[in-house]
């Protein structure tokens, strides 16, 4: 059964993934718009942010940049998801020998994939434009693998998306919110520097805890608590937006 239901996931993550090699815009799309913020915020608006810290503005708000091209990125899988929806592929589906959860996997891993490529096209952006780090292969691996972990959460949130709207705007707009709330976070400015209940929201929500993970591990300092603070938040919002995406799906298609 478990070799059933790898084998159909493999063909049909394959089948979503050549369609993503057929039109590499969204890809470059994904990429765009982080690519400008951190032209904006480095050579505009980062003169003018005291950190707090020795390090470049760059290496700085880094982090918080590749969350937010995992969040713009997430929104296709829920337009690709209900087009395939509307678009009765899943009742044909049905009427194969196909395990029902490697659909939605597919979709899933299509997302970490395109979204991997996307982070690595703003790394390399990064880089041109002054990043550095001497983080050793294991801090890179961790790193590596909180954004994966932050890719496969957020995108079994875009798969309730998907599932459950009416129109194809409201299927990507959900990422809206999930966009700019590194915003108000410690992704761009020290939340030391908010006002009161702002300072509250920021540093208690999940981002922060992540970007300060990614910012610790990539310029070699202790990580201290925050990693495990990110990690329950990663695997709490994963397993609550799995177990809300299976049973949408299943109630879906019965």
């Given amino acids: 059964m478990t070799s059933h239901v790898l084998s159909d996931t493999?063909?049909?993550t394959g089948r979503s993934l050549r369609h993503i090699l057929r039109s590499p815009d969204t890809i470059i799309t994904t990429a765009v718009t982080p690519i400008a913020l951190m032209l904006l915020f480095v050579y505009v608006l980062g003169g003018a942010i005291n950190t707090g810290t020795d390090e470049s503005y760059i290496n700085y708000m880094l982090p918080g940049i590749l969350l937010i091209t995992i969040a713009?990125?997430?929104?296709?899988?829920?337009?690709?998801?209900?087009?395939?929806?509307?678009?009765?592929?899943?009742e044909r589906f049905q009427s194969m020998p196909i395990a029902r959860s490697s659909v939605l996997w597919a979709h899933v891993l299509t997302s970490?994939?395109?979204?991997?490529?996307?982070?690595?096209?703003?790394?390399?952006?990064?880089?041109?434009?002054?990043?550095r780090t001497g983080a050793s292969v294991g801090a890179w691996l961790a790193a590596t693998g909180?954004?994966?972990?932050?890719?496969?959460?957020?995108?079994?949130?875009?798969?309730?998306?998907?599932?459950?709207?009416?129109?194809?705007?409201?299927?990507?707009?959900?990422s809206y919110p999930l966009i700019f709330l590194p915003?108000?976070?410690?992704?761009f400015v020290p939340t030391e520097t908010m006002p009161g209940p702002v300072a509250w929201f920021a540093e208690n929500q999940p981002?922060?805890?992540?970007?300060?993970?990614?910012?610790?591990?990539?310029?070699?300092?202790?990580?201290?608590?925050?990693?495990?603070?990110?990690?329950?938040?990663?695997?709490?919002?994963?397993?609550?937006?799995?177990?809300?995406?299976?049973?949408?799906?299943?109630?879906?298609?019965?």
């Fill in 10 to 12: 493999r063909v049909l």
């Fill in 72 to 90: 713009s990125g997430i929104a296709y899988t829920a337009y690709r998801l209900f087009l395939d929806m509307q678009g009765g592929i899943f």
């Fill in 112 to 131: 970490l994939v395109s979204n991997l490529i996307s982070i690595a096209i703003v790394i390399g952006v990064a880089l041109l434009m002054g990043f």
């Fill in 146 to 174: 909180i954004l994966v972990l932050f890719t496969l959460a957020l995108t079994w949130l875009a798969v309730i998306a998907g599932l459950s709207a009416k129109t194809v705007d409201g299927a990507s707009a959900f």
């Fill in 183 to 187: 915003f108000i976070s410690s992704a």
């Fill in 207 to 254: 981002v922060t805890s992540i970007v300060n993970s990614i910012r610790a591990l990539l310029a070699e300092q202790p990580v201290g608590d925050e990693i495990w603070v990110a990690l329950a938040w990663l695997v709490g919002i994963l397993v609550v937006a799995y177990a809300f995406a299976i049973v949408i799906y299943r109630k879906r298609i019965s």
